[in-house]
T-cell receptor, first 110, second 114 residues
Framework: GENVEQHPSTLSVQEGDSAVIKCTYSDSASNYFPWYKQELGKRPQLIIDIRSNVGEKKDQRIAVTLNKTAKHFSLHITETQPEDSAVYFCAASGSYQLTFGKGTKLSVIP | DTAVSQTPKYLVTQMGNDKSIKCEQNLGHDTMYWYKQDSKKFLKIMFSYNNKELIINETVPNRFSPKSPDKAHLNLHINSLELGDSAVYFC?????????????FGPGTRLTVL
C-alpha cells in the first residue's frame, strides 16, 4: 500500500519567515495530494490540494509543489503569522484511501 | 450549520465497557470514514463506507464495528474497550468513493478508557 513520509516533525520559524514541509510517497499511481491543517483541539481542515496533472498551485501565502518523477511534494508558507501555528498533514491518495503523513508541528514565534 | 457532526465530543469509560460514537453529515456525500488519531497525532484510517457499503476495513480489532444505516450516518460501536483504545476518533465524509476529493472531518470524539 501507499507509504507517506513527512519531514520535519517539528518546525519553528520567526514570524514573517517562510516555512517548508516536505513529503514523499511510494505509490506511483497516487494522483491527489491534499494538505490539512489541524489546530490544537480542532479537526483537520483542508488548506490546499494538488492533482497529478499540475506541478504547482498557490493560494495567497500558501503554495504546494509536486514532483511526480521523484514522488515528492512540498508545502510552502510565506510571511508566516502566529495563527499559522498548527500541525500540518500531507496525504496521498492510494488505490482506495488517503494515506496521511505523520504530521509537522509548526510553531511561529512572534 | 454543521457539515459533519459527531456525538459525543468526550467519552470517558471503564475498561471492558461497550460504547458507540455517532456521526452524521449533511453535505450529501456518499462516502464516510472513521479515523483514529493517537496521542502522537498520527491519523490512521479505520473504515470507509460508500453508499452504506464497507469498502475499506483496515487492520482493526473486530471489537470495532461500524454501522451505516443510511448514506448520511456512520456510527462506530466498540466492544470490550481496552486502555489502548484511548484516542480521538474522527468521522469524515467525501463526495465520492474516489480518494481524489476533499474529505471533511467531524469535530472528533475524545475517548478515554480508564
Amino acid at each position: 500500500g501507499e507509504n507517506v513520509e513527512q519531514h520535519p516533525s517539528t518546525l519553528s520559524v520567526q514570524e514573517g519567515d517562510s516555512a517548508v514541509i516536505k513529503c514523499t510517497y511510494s505509490d506511483s499511481a497516487s494522483n491527489y495530494f491534499p494538505w490539512y491543517k489541524q489546530e490544537l483541539g480542532k479537526r483537520p481542515q483542508l488548506i490546499i490540494d494538488i492533482r497529478s496533472n499540475v506541478g504547482e498551485k498557490k493560494d495567497q501565502r500558501i503554495a504546494v509543489t509536486l514532483n511526480k518523477t521523484a514522488k515528492h511534494f512540498s508545502l510552502h508558507i510565506t510571511e508566516t503569522q502566529p495563527e499559522d501555528s498548527a500541525v500540518y498533514f500531507c496525504a496521498a491518495s492510494g488505490s482506495y484511501q488517503l494515506t496521511f503523513g505523520k504530521g509537522t508541528k509548526l510553531s511561529v514565534i512572534p | 450549520d454543521t457539515a459533519v457532526s459527531q456525538t459525543p465530543k468526550y467519552l470517558v469509560t471503564q475498561m471492558g465497557n461497550d460504547k458507540s460514537i455517532k456521526c452524521e453529515q449533511n453535505l450529501g456525500h456518499d462516502t464516510m470514514y472513521w479515523y483514529k488519531q493517537d496521542s502522537k497525532k498520527f491519523l490512521k484510517i479505520m473504515f470507509s463506507y460508500n453508499n452504506k457499503e464497507l469498502i475499506i476495513n483496515e487492520t482493526v480489532p473486530n471489537r470495532f464495528s461500524p454501522k451505516s444505516p443510511d448514506k448520511a450516518h456512520l456510527n462506530l460501536h466498540i466492544n470490550s474497550l481496552e486502555l489502548g483504545d484511548s484516542a480521538v476518533y474522527f468521522c469524515a465524509s467525501s463526495r465520492t468513493s474516489g480518494t481524489n476529493n476533499e474529505q471533511f472531518f467531524g469535530p472528533g470524539t475524545r475517548l478515554t478508557v480508564l
